[in-house]
């Protein structure tokens, strides 16, 4: 195992640290933070197990890592359990999906109120707000906003921004599957039409072919490679053949590419053929939507207008655009196998494709197999051949994600992002290791079990020892607000929502809308500087700057006093918002007494890991009498400084 050497007197934390006091310096002049030095790996015995928190403080720092942000309620509630069971619960929790009601909610606005499409975006974002903060299987939830940012689709621009049924449908895909297997999720993001659309293999056709006067050629049509790259590169095995704690492979000194062009031209081929299902006409919330198929079952796979035609939205009135969609559009994409490529020249004048011989039959006499040889797969295959043409274009997709799936590479690939993501930006190789030691064979000998690899994620010794200099990472801008809500019982607005629809304009962030298949932040961002020299990842940094870190502050600040009037200096009176807000009551159940209400402060949202000198600055800060309004309005502020501050922002 490799670990990073000691190369200065300076963490990672403590750089993350100086870069937000240096970009906030106006709203935290008067915080005084300590930085940390660098310490050694902390070492722990094989032995080391957990079995349960031991104080509020380790339940709620084990539930910031697990959650979107722990509330006194599943504090206690976890106190009261093991983390095993804890675990349990989860995995054993109903599901919460968001489609079916986004879907309606948006139904019964568009019939009353037809609008385009991209209007209705704001009722996913507020599902997904409500699911987050209300959502009982808030582990299976956290782990879906963890693999979208891995298995990325976005609805910023292009077909997915105008239709929210189907975003909010990727997202229940990651739902469903973030406890179960790797592998089914690979399939089930591989033919989702949402994924297809966003990366090109949604209705990607083969290589045509022509025959004039007896000479075959090729059509300039070429099969798309989007998703061959990025399935590779992204969601499974890498750019490079590394070793199971992550290392690379050297080979005379010099990295192994995972793949070449050769490679994904071979895995684009795979990937063709695949377009929408065709199941009738549907209704969704009283609209009726038309879907003529002219076929029936896997006919409609054999049918060139089935593969082309586009499941139908909703339309009525003038200039309007997608609002609700067609379940076919959301159904896993079927494979059609006039447009699938299968290694082999077509002989026919169309150009569809033939089948290797035979290709359903094992049956022999004499050593001869008897049954079909050579199938043409076309819109006139006959019935009896054309399971055997579907099987074929199936069997090649299971072939390439089987292979996916198995290789080395992806167990430390998906162990690494996924320890990012919840825990630490710099993990050591062997806290990589174990993890994806795990994912290659559960406790069963299954293979891609994701309930047990975020498990060992985080009951894992680096994640619930003492942290050493270089444990933790930034704080997500989503998660600083999906903890403060949670940990204060955040309450809709008046007009019924959240009312966040456009978080990435201050927080350069917004659940499912990254800018790119590569996510808000990379893996392997460094920033310039002692980030540089040092070697160190801080993904989150990639969209913090002097300017951002301001705006997030502002914004933070509009949701902490969201119906709060602080025109007046001698009170502080709350009119309910139209947007989500911190209840009165909770605020002012808040303790009167400095030190008491910045202990309570600390626990609920820092888990007790406020420093010393943090503690007495803000006590310092509330001079004066705590009583009524004032006490309200010191209560809000200092809530804020908590937010905005270098300690709260660094995860631990």
Request: proline share 8%.
């Amino acid at each position: 195992m490799r670990n990073k050497p000691v190369q200065s007197h300076r963490s990672w934390l403590s750089l993350s640290w100086l870069n937000l006091l240096r970009s906030i310096t106006i709203a935290l002049c008067f915080l005084s933070v300590p930085v940390s030095a660098l310490a050694q790996d902390t070492i722990f015995t094989d032995g080391f197990e957990l079995t349960a928190p031991q104080t509020d403080a380790e339940a709620a720092r084990f539930l910031t890592q697990a959650s979107f942000g722990p509330n006194p309620a599943q504090i206690a509630d976890l106190r009261a359990q093991s983390y095993a069971s804890w675990f349990a619960a989860q995995r054993a929790a109903p599901i919460t999906l968001q489609r079916p009601t986004v879907e309606l909610e948006i139904a019964a606005l568009a019939q009353a109120n037809p609008q385009p499409g991209p209007a209705y975006r704001r009722v996913r974002l507020d599902k997904w707000w409500d699911t987050a903060i209300n959502g009982p299987d808030q582990l299976r939830q956290r782990m879906a906003f963890a693999l979208s940012q891995i298995m990325v689709i976005s609805d910023v621009s292009g077909t997915l921004f105008g239709i929210a049924p189907m975003v909010a449908e990727y997202h229940d895909i990651l739902a469903r599957n973030a406890l179960g297997n790797f592998r089914v999720l690979l399939e089930e993001v591989s033919r989702s039409p949402m994924m297809g659309i966003y990366l090109s293999h949604y209705r990607n056709p083969k290589t045509d072919w022509t025959i004039v006067n007896g000479v075959t050629t090729p059509s300039a049509l070429q099969p798309d490679e989007n998703y061959a790259r990025e399935i590779m590169q992204l969601f499974t095995v890498g750019l490079i053949e590394r070793n199971r704690d992550f290392s690379p492979i050297l080979s005379g000194g010099l990295t192994v590419p995972t793949y070449d062009q050769n490679i994904i031209t071979s895995t684009a081929k795979v990937l063709t053929g695949l377009s929408s299902q065709c199941t009738g006409n549907a209704n969704i919330g009283g609209i009726v939507l038309n879907r003529n198929c002219g076929c029936s079952g896997i006919a409609c796979q054999f049918s060139t207008t089935s593969f082309f035609a586009v499941p139908p939205v909703f339309s009525a009135g003038p200039n309007l655009m997608g609002a609700v969609i067609h379940p076919d559009g959301y159904a896993p994409m079927l494979c059609f196998p006039r447009y699938a490529d299968t290694g082999r020249s077509a002989t026919s004048q169309d150009g569809y494709a033939i089948l290797p011989a035979p290709f359903n039959s094992k049956t022999l006499i004499a050593g001869v197999p008897v049954g079909p040889s050579p199938a043409a797969c076309h819109s006139g295959t006959p019935a009896a051949d054309q399971q055997g043409c579907i099987n074929y274009c199936d069997d090649q997709i299971d072939t390439l994600l089987d292979a996916l799936f198995l290789h080395p590479n992806t167990p430390p690939m998906v162990a690494r992002q996924l320890i990012q993501r919840f825990t630490t930006s710099n993990p050591s190789p062997a806290y990589i290791e174990r993890v994806a030691r795990v994912f290659e064979r559960d406790s069963q000998g299954q293979r891609g079990n994701l309930a047990a690899t975020i498990e060992a994620v985080l009951l894992d010794e680096q994640a619930r020892g003492t942290p050493d200099a270089n444990f933790g990472k930034l704080r997500e801008p989503i998660l600083k607000l999906t903890a403060l809500w949670r940990a204060f019982g955040a309450d809709q607005g008046s007009s019924g929502t959240y009312l966040v629809n456009t978080p990435e304009t201050a927080l350069l962030q917004r659940p499912l809308g990254a800018p790119s298949v590569f996510n808000f932040y990379q893996p392997d961002y460094i920033p310039a500087g002692e980030f540089t020299t040092l070697g160190l990842y801080a993904p989150e940094l990639q969209i913090l700057s002097e300017a951002t870190s301001v705006s997030a502050a502002d914004f933070l600040y509009t949701r902490v006093f969201a119906g709060y009037n602080t025109a007046n200096p001698n009170s502080t009176s709350f009119t309910t918002p139209p947007a989500a807000h911190l209840p009165p009551a909770f605020i002012d159940a808040l303790p009167v007494e400095a030190n008491l209400l910045i202990d309570v402060l600390n626990t609920r949202l820092m888990y007790g890991a406020m420093s010393a000198g943090m503690r007495s600055r803000l006590i310092s800060l509330l001079t004066g009498p705590m009583a009524g309004a004032d006490a309200r309005r010191k209560a809000l502020s200092t809530i804020h400084l908590i937010l905005i501050s270098p300690e709260f922002s660094a995860q631990r």
